[in-house]
Nanobody, 115 residues
Framework: QVQVAESGGGLVQPGGSLRLSCAAS????????MGWYRQAPGKQRELVGSISIIGRTNYADFVQGRFLISRDNDKNTVYLQMNSLKPEDTAVYYC?????????WGQGTQVTVSS
């Protein structure tokens, strides 16, 4: 059974930082792309960024250098370091794994940026 689990969400003040983690386990073969999406209330889910198995990253324009994605292939884990957070970053953040065996999503973790 494949499991993708996010952690690290919470409440943070504007300008603060959070680090999200996503661990994938089970029969996931060749996780060639791992990434993060987010969905704010009333909006569509959107890509935050992704990282390939060789470490090549891709970010949405709104990231503007504030976020950093990294991965540990030995642990099947991807991270999202978020800095200079803004209220508009408030959303549920989802981990996404693209593997040879299929696409997998986590349940999401809430990030709230508010004073």
């Amino acid at each position: 059974q494949v499991q993708v689990a996010e952690s690290g969400g919470g409440l943070v003040q504007p300008g603060g930082s959070l680090r999200l983690s996503c661990a994938a386990s089970g029969s996931i073969f060749s996780m060639y792309l791992m990434g993060w999406y987010r969905q704010a209330p009333g909006k569509q889910r959107e890509l935050v960024g992704s990282i390939s198995i060789i470490g090549r990253t891709n970010y949405a324009d709104f990231v503007q250098g504030r976020f950093l994605i990294s991965r540990d292939n030995d642990k099947n884990t991807v991270y999202l370091q978020m800095n200079s957070l803004k209220p508009e970053d408030t959303a549920v953040y989802y981990c996404h794994v693209q593997a040879v065996s299929g696409d997998y999503w986590g349940q999401g973790t809430q990030v709230t940026v508010s004073s």
